[in-house]
């Protein structure tokens, strides 16, 4: 069991003793509750992969997204984080395409953007100094490209993850979002 604590005490947000009570709760908890729980452990180390196009999480070599013909295939939008896609999907005011450059995968954005079927790349960069400033690079280096680049508009809570907005006010920074030149 102090196997288990110390695993989870290295988890995001749960301090020691919050791993301990989650710990406890688990043993104390239904068998088949826990073998959820363990299953679903497994199968994330086992079938999520990465997008080879987009770099968002997928169960298979492309995502849900990067599949659907029916999405806009004219614009980008760029996330931190896989989560971000997933807050600005739950918005519905996104019908394009994502890039998700962990590791920055810029190489690779590069690469699609010089398709001439892309007309806009939308920077959906978390608003805090650190989103500024990819946001910032990012403008600067696709500056050339001759695409529209646009940033969400104001409106999201400064210093904050994009993931914790809520739908109605992200999804507000996306309709409303602006045109930047470096
Ligand atoms: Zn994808």
Known sequence: ?????????????IGPK??????????????????????ALREVVDKVKFCDICFN???ETTCRVCRDPRRDQTT??????????AAIERTRE???????PEDLHIAELL???????????ILATDPNLEGEATATYLTRLLASTGITISRLASGLPVGGDLEFADEITLGRAFSGRRAVTV
């Open 1 to 13: 069991i102090q196997t288990l604590i110390d695993e989870l005490g290295r988890l995001p947000g």
């Open 18 to 39: 919050s791993a301990q009570r989650i710990a406890f709760h688990l043993l104390n908890s239904d068998r088949d509750e826990v073998e959820r729980l363990a299953t």
């Open 57 to 59: 999480v997928s169960e």
């Open 76 to 85: 980008i939008c760029v996330v931190e984080e896989s989560k971000d896609v």
């Open 94 to 100: 996104f019908r394009g395409l994502y890039h998700v």
């Open 111 to 121: 690469r699609r953007l010089s398709s001439p079927v892309i007309t806009e790349v």
